[in-house]
């Protein structure tokens, strides 16, 4: 257990009163030790959010703004192993997700609660993608904060991540019209585990929250309440659960679902390898630049992840079509070709068909005049995505006018995805990011 939480069959719990003392004592040091800094960098966190409608207005969630406050939360509400059979999205790990072990106090039942972390139809739910804006200081310390966490208030800072666009719900609630209240959010990163470097994770706020360590629960905050503060420390978890040097996940479940107000607080010191879409993390061996030494060693904070371009990146549909640089011919090879097929991703599963593609070129040539070709799909019978070392990773021989590229065992990088022709010379080539780390 952490805190005064039971975990209960829970195989990450603590272990003994005395690290429970310990525990406390390093929170508060954690907690002091940034009052005075100056934050010396920062790190973005994408986090996925979905709007709901509360239970009091047509068509509303049961399960918001449905429950009064109490103290204390509702622990054990869900079960201790995070559930990975959720539904899957351009949202990377987003089938992992939390499990209710049925109606309690303040929830309405299983089937409600799957309706949280997983896409519905948009008369139940509605997803866009945020930005967590942590604060980095020089003592390997992340902290967000936020003491007024409306993420989707009107004018925010939210993508809608669905084709065409959709829009909140809107501020429904009759007495807190100023802000969008009724939603949940969900991060998921991973990170090396460092014994004895006293890595701990910290959550202040309200209402419901769930955080999964290699897939296990360790802070179990659920129901409705005020803001309350847990935390758990990796080295005081059962002994074998984690082991030094190797790399874990770890899930991050919220819901804010009732009005008055909303607050989040996440002080950690743990150092997260990424996020979806977060740059890798650098290490280096001296002090330049915007650095943070954690666990001994240097380490350089990744550019800034720009949330909108991330959010069109993950979109279920894409509507511009895939730029082909030409590589048939010298007296094209600065060329560039324009082929539209359709794409849509659903999961890791990215399928193409250009059945009714467009099959006009527009050939800008040396001089940079645009001249129009024809492009005979017939031309290339084959798609293969290689990795920047140059090495064939899929290949798919093409039927018919359509194609399925499978990314479910790749690492988080860039891929070159090449048209061949029959004799397997590239006539095309278009770059991939692929922002899953599974």
Request: glycine share 8%; hydrophobic share 35%.
């Given at each position: 257990?952490?805190?005064?939480?039971?975990?209960?069959?829970?195989?990450?719990?603590?272990?003994?009163?005395?690290?429970?003392?310990?525990?406390?004592?390093?929170?508060?040091?954690?907690?002091?030790?940034?009052?005075g800094?100056?934050?010396?960098?920062?790190?973005?966190?994408?986090?996925?959010?979905?709007?709901?409608?509360?239970?009091?207005?047509?068509?509303?969630?049961?399960?918001?703004?449905?429950?009064?406050?109490?103290?204390?939360?509702?622990?054990?509400?869900?079960?201790?192993?995070?559930?990975?059979?959720?539904?899957?999205?351009?949202?990377?790990?987003?089938?992992?997700?939390?499990?209710?072990?049925?109606?309690?106090?303040?929830?309405?039942?299983?089937?409600?609660?799957?309706?949280?972390?997983?896409?519905?139809d948009?008369?139940?739910?509605?997803?866009?993608?945020?930005?967590?804006?942590?604060?980095?200081?020089?003592?390997?310390?992340?902290?967000?904060?936020?003491?007024?966490?409306?993420?989707i208030?009107?004018?925010?800072?939210?993508?809608?991540?669905?084709?065409?666009p959709?829009?909140?719900?809107?501020?429904?609630?009759?007495?807190?019209?100023?802000?969008?209240?009724?939603?949940?959010?969900?991060?998921?990163?991973?990170?090396?585990?460092?014994?004895?470097?006293?890595?701990?994770?910290?959550?202040?706020?309200?209402?419901?929250?769930?955080?999964?360590?290699?897939?296990?629960?360790?802070?179990?905050?659920?129901?409705?309440?005020?803001?309350?503060?847990?935390?758990?420390?990796?080295?005081?978890?059962?002994?074998?659960?984690?082991?030094?040097?190797n790399?874990?996940?770890?899930?991050?479940?919220?819901?804010?679902?009732?009005?008055?107000?909303?607050?989040?607080?996440?002080?950690?010191?743990i150092?997260?390898?990424?996020?979806?879409?977060?740059?890798?993390?650098?290490?280096?061996?001296?002090?330049?630049?915007?650095?943070?030494?954690?666990?001994?060693?240097?380490?350089?904070?990744?550019?800034?992840?720009?949330?909108?371009?991330?959010?069109?990146?993950?979109?279920?549909?894409?509507?511009?079509?895939?730029?082909?640089?030409?590589?048939?011919?010298?007296n094209?090879?600065?060329?560039?070709?324009?082929?539209?097929?359709?794409?849509?991703?659903?999961?890791?599963?990215?399928?193409?068909?250009?059945?009714?593609?467009?099959?006009?070129?527009?050939?800008?040539?040396?001089?940079?005049?645009?001249?129009?070709?024809?492009?005979?799909?017939?031309?290339?019978?084959q798609?293969?995505?290689?990795?920047?070392q140059?090495?064939?990773?899929?290949?798919?021989?093409?039927?018919?006018?359509?194609?399925?590229?499978?990314?479910?065992?790749?690492?988080?990088?860039?891929?070159?995805?090449?048209?061949?022709?029959?004799?397997?010379?590239?006539?095309?080539?278009?770059?991939?990011?692929?922002?899953?780390?599974?």
């Amino acid at each position: 257990m952490q805190g005064d939480t039971d975990m209960g069959s829970n195989t990450a719990g603590c272990i003994c009163f005395g690290s429970m003392v310990k525990l406390m004592v390093l929170t508060l040091f954690l907690y002091y030790s940034v009052f005075g800094q100056s934050p010396i960098a920062s790190l973005v966190m994408p986090a996925k959010i979905r709007d709901f409608k509360e239970s009091n207005t047509p068509g509303g969630h049961p399960d918001f703004q449905n429950y009064g406050w109490t103290t204390p939360s509702s622990p054990n509400a869900v079960y201790p192993s995070i559930d990975v059979t959720g539904s899957k999205s351009t949202f990377p790990l987003d089938n992992r997700n939390p499990k209710l072990r049925g109606p309690g106090k303040h929830f309405s039942g299983a089937t409600n609660f799957d309706d949280w972390y997983n896409d519905r139809d948009s008369t139940i739910n509605r997803p866009f993608l945020i930005g967590l804006t942590f604060n980095v200081y020089e003592n390997c310390l992340f902290v967000y904060s936020n003491t007024a966490f409306f993420p989707i208030d009107d004018g925010g800072d939210f993508y809608s991540t669905t084709v065409p666009p959709q829009a909140t719900f809107g501020h429904l609630q009759s007495k807190y019209l100023q802000h969008n209240f009724s939603f949940t959010m969900e991060f998921h990163t991973t990170f090396t585990y460092v014994k004895g470097a006293d890595q701990v994770f910290t959550f202040n706020g309200d209402d419901d929250v769930w955080v999964y360590i290699n897939d296990s629960l360790v802070i179990d905050l659920g129901g409705l309440h005020p803001p309350r503060r847990e935390s758990v420390n990796l080295d005081q978890l059962k002994p074998g659960f984690l082991r030094d040097g190797n790399k874990y996940t770890l899930d991050f479940f919220s819901a804010e679902r009732h009005t008055g107000s909303s607050q989040i607080q996440i002080t950690t010191s743990i150092l997260f390898d990424n996020g979806p879409g977060v740059g890798i993390l650098t290490k280096t061996s001296a002090a330049k630049g915007k650095l943070v030494r954690c666990y001994g060693e240097w380490v350089e904070m990744p550019p800034l992840t720009n949330i909108g371009k991330l959010a069109s990146a993950m979109t279920e549909t894409e509507a511009s079509g895939i730029l082909l640089q030409n590589h048939a011919g010298a007296n094209r090879k600065n060329s560039a070709e324009t082929w539209n097929p359709h794409m849509k991703w659903s999961g890791s599963q990215l399928h193409l068909d250009w059945s009714d593609a467009q099959s006009s070129i527009q050939a800008k040539l040396e001089t940079g005049k645009t001249n129009p070709s024809s492009f005979n799909t017939q031309n290339f019978s084959q798609l293969a995505l290689v990795n920047t070392q140059g090495q064939k990773k899929r290949s798919v021989r093409l039927k018919g006018q359509s194609a399925n590229l499978d990314f479910s065992d790749f690492e988080s990088g860039v891929y070159r995805l090449m048209a061949l022709n029959p004799q397997g010379a590239i006539i095309g080539s278009q770059r991939i990011t692929w922002l899953v780390s599974q």
